[in-house]
């Protein structure tokens, strides 16, 4: 009668493990990651200080876990009481356990064939409300996930993976919806930006970022272009719980190169939008790049910041763009307040009063080829930046490389690239790549460490002293943020294309990052 | 439905586009290829998947999805070009033993249909009665101590369901194993496991709860194969009753 007496201890209680309120008050336990960026305001800093700039220089590595893909590994892993949540490429995501980096879980999506996605089938990581995991996927279908067992609870399709959607973001979850944005920009979408309910999967709002006939904003484009006028929405935004705003930048025009089939400033592509979440109204939006023809994606992660500025207190947004400006928005208003370059630009000879940018016109491509800084990977891209309170800087890693474009056609046909250019390296110099600190209400450059190629991490910052990064050769490093003098390095053997994170297990910090194959994490000894 | 092999379907239709003379003539066509595939698989595959598709050094084949071969033309490539950056690798063989190799394949994840005694829809009220929700997730809900049934009827075979509710501990799933673990500071714990290596060992109670040991940290670390935390039902059910919930898990198939 054994059994009969274990079967009394068997309720399982279905726990709201992460509900809304933590997300909200993440800040109170710094000992977990609970949402992609630490935090709403997206600041990716930590106010953990264990390993600080006195010790780092001991840091090892605690348990490495290894994938089978081959693709680009850019998981920003969710850490809550014990167990680590990772997305692998393509659309697989697993459940570690925190002491030993042992698998609790697996969840492994079959693919259909025919998938495009333009730069790899990658994945940047999950979500977590309530007692549920939440996945995007390459075939654009977002999943719920039973966080104890990953088992599916919902599948529904966002939309149609054979027309180029797909989902690479990390969702973001906000009280009673996961906000989930689209990729596609290379293959002639109309992008969106999509709100969904937790239990059911049943979608909310929609807010395209392409207006439709009758929309303010539709005259932007000319003729039928904004049918397949881009904008997509693929890197995490940001939200401020109190002015009740979603942030979230969006994504090129389509055909990237081609300018003159869709005439117009092309709103909102190349944008931050602040959308009131209960409804997907836009509140305001602010075009950083009308009318962009150099496929500059102004998908970077928004980081809200609250500072005095011009001799008066004022609610921030900060955005080191992927165009090479460095960016101070008013994020009530979206009024345009600093604009600077951060990294070598030749796009623009300027920006106006407005924050409109002064084209160059010599960098638009054309037949013979036509020069520009950054070339179409960016300044920056969709690696985070970082924000630190205990120095007052922000971090951000920097691209220094050009391209050569030469004009090709566009003829749009569903599921196929819709770019128009192609591109040429420059020879005769490497191109460059910095781990930048710069002043956050100017931009002006305070410290920068050189890495050999430009990199494609993403950084953190702490209350240690510390801000960590990684190069494209493997190196995964931590750096005074005061001074920016390297301070320990670990050669993980493979680039490091990802966001590092920092969280506590049984009252140690650790560090994880993800590398090449492997996700890593670093201690202190014991 | 876009994706996941059905555990049944037309085999081999979709993948070889046979010449239908008349309705006889097509099924011995399709009872050679599938002969072929039988052969085929065997000489072909068997040594890294099993002789049943079980799996082994490969994946196991015997499920009614396939992770990586979603659809039929999926199944396909995957068998004729192998899977980069693994060790299944492509294949020398003529599309035509491809596709037979396919509908083989297709075969050893099917539950075959069974003359099922019971009422379905009673038997939704008995597994409701019976509370097994408490343990098993069906439809986003319930424990997850047991297997999760949202897709029961098509990985089991009436007989087998059964067995286990009447017999639970001699249809054990495999790879479950309950554990009795006893901590050098005295806890006594009792779970199944959810994953081990050399040095640890995370289990779940039978609250759902999951914990993770160093096995230096554990007195007593007591695996009970073939145990299982759910009881007989042979003596709450009717025969019909038993009939019933049998007929109804069988009729769990997935989301489809």
Redesign the interface.
């Known amino acids: 009668m054994k059994t009969l007496v274990l079967m009394l201890v068997l309720a399982a209680p279905a726990a709201a493990q992460v509900p809304y309120a933590r997300i909200l008050d993440a800040a109170s336990e710094p000992g977990n990651w609970l949402t992609y960026s630490g935090s709403y305001g997206a600041q990716r800093y930590s106010t953990l200080a264990q390993i600080n700039r006195d010790n780092v220089d001991r840091l090892q590595p605690a348990w490495i876990y290894q994938i089978r893909s081959l693709q680009k590994f850019e998981v920003s892993p969710l850490v809550v009481d014990g167990v680590m949540y990772i997305t692998e490429p393509p659309s697989d995501a697993t459940a570690l356990d925190l002491r030993t980096g042992r698998p609790i879980w697996r969840y492994r999506r079959a693919l259909p064939e025919g998938i495009v996605t333009c730069c790899g089938q990658v994945n940047r990581g999950v979500a977590l409300l309530d007692d549920q995991v939440f996945l995007g996927t390459v075939d654009a279908h977002l999943v719920a996930l039973d966080a104890r067992t990953g088992r599916v609870r919902w599948d529904i399709e966002v939309a149609d993976y054979a027309m180029g959607h797909a989902v690479t973001v990390a969702p973001l979850a906000l009280q009673d919806k996961i906000i989930v944005g689209i990729a596609g920009g290379e293959y002639g979408i109309r992008g969106f930006l999509d709100a969904y309910d937790p239990t059911t999967g049943e979608r909310l709002w929609r807010f395209w970022t392409v207006p439709g006939p009758g929309e303010p904003g539709h005259d932007t484009w000319s003729g039928d272009s904004w049918e397949r006028g881009g904008a997509p929405t693929w890197v995490t935004g940001a939200y401020d719980p109190e002015l009740d705003l979603l942030y979230w930048g969006t994504g090129n025009p389509g055909p990237d190169f081609i300018g003159e089939v869709r005439r117009g400033d092309n709103l909102y592509s190349e944008s931050l939008i602040a959308l009131d979440p209960d409804t997907g109204t836009l509140q305001w939006y602010f075009q950083f790049l009308p009318h962009d023809v150099h496929d500059y994606d102004s998908t970077q992660v928004p980081v809200l910041l609250d500072a005095e500025l011009g001799g008066e207190p004022r609610q921030l947004v900060l955005f080191p763009n992927r165009n090479g400006f460095y960016y101070v928005l008013d994020r009530v208003t979206g009024e345009f307040l600093v604009g600077q370059p951060f990294a070598r630009q030749t796009w623009a000879l300027g920006l106006d009063a407005d924050g409109r940018p002064i084209e160059n016109p010599e960098t638009i491509p054309s037949t013979d080829g036509a020069l520009v800084y950054p070339d179409d990977d960016g300044a920056a891209n969709w690696y985070s930046p970082s924000y630190s309170p205990q120095t007052n800087l922000i971090y951000q890693n920097v691209r220094e490389k050009g391209g050569i474009y030469y004009r090709a056609d566009a003829t749009y046909e569903p599921g196929k690239i819709y770019m128009g250019a192609s591109r040429r390296g420059v020879t005769g110099e490497d191109p460059k790549g910095f781990l930048r600190a710069l002043h956050p209400l100017t931009g002006d450059l305070v410290w920068e460490v050189e890495v050999h190629s430009p990199p494609w991490a993403g950084l953190m910052s702490t209350a240690g002293g510390l801000v960590f990064s990684g190069t494209m050769e493997g190196d995964f490093f931590a750096a005074d943020a005061l001074t920016g003098d390297v301070l320990w390095r670990f050669q993980t053997g493979g680039p490091v294309y990802a966001n590092p994170i920092t969280y506590l297990s049984e009252g140690r910090q650790f560090i994880a990052i993800a590398a090449g194959s492997a996700l890593l994490t670093f201690a202190l000894p014991e | 439905m876009?994706?996941?092999?059905a555990a049944g379907g037309a085999i081999g239709v979709a993948l070889v586009p046979l010449v239908v003379l008349s309705a006889p003539t097509v099924v011995t066509a399709q009872t050679a290829e599938m002969e072929q595939g039988k052969r085929l698989y065997e000489s072909q595959c068997g040594s890294c998947h099993g002789p049943l598709g079980n799996g082994g050094r490969g994946a196991n084949l015997a499920q009614p999805?396939?992770?990586?071969?979603?659809?039929d033309?999926?199944l396909f490539?995957i068998i004729r070009r192998g899977i980069?950056?693994?060790e299944m690798p492509g294949s020398p063989l003529t599309p035509r033993q491809v596709s037979s190799i396919a509908a083989y394949v297709k075969t050893l994840g099917r539950v075959e249909p069974e003359d099922i005694p019971g009422d379905g829809r009673r038997g939704e009220a008995v597994f409701a009665a019976l509370d097994c929700a408490?343990?098993h997730?069906l439809g986003?809900?319930?424990?997850?101590?047991g297997p999760?049934l949202?897709d029961i009827g098509a990985r089991r075979s009436a007989a087998h369901l059964r067995e286990a509710l009447l017999d639970p501990e001699a249809s054990v799933p495999s790879g479950f194993l309950q554990l009795r673990v006893v901590t050098k500071d005295g806890r006594a714990l009792?779970g199944f496991r959810?994953?081990e290596?050399a040095?640890?060992i995370?289990f779940r109670d039978?609250?759902?709860r999951?914990h993770?040991f160093?096995k230096y940290e554990l007195d007593v670390l007591e695996q009970q194969w073939q145990r299982?935390?759910?009881?007989?039902y042979a003596a709450r059910l009717t025969s019909e009753q038993t009939d019933d919930l049998v007929a109804y898990l069988v009729s769990l198939k997935g989301?489809q």
């Open positions: 876009r994706w996941g092999v999805r396939l992770r990586r071969a979603s659809d033309q999926a490539n980069p950056g693994t408490r343990c997730t986003g809900r319930g424990g997850i101590v999760g949202d009792t959810v994953n290596d040095f640890s995370q039978l609250s759902g999951l993770s160093w299982s935390p759910m009881g007989s989301a």
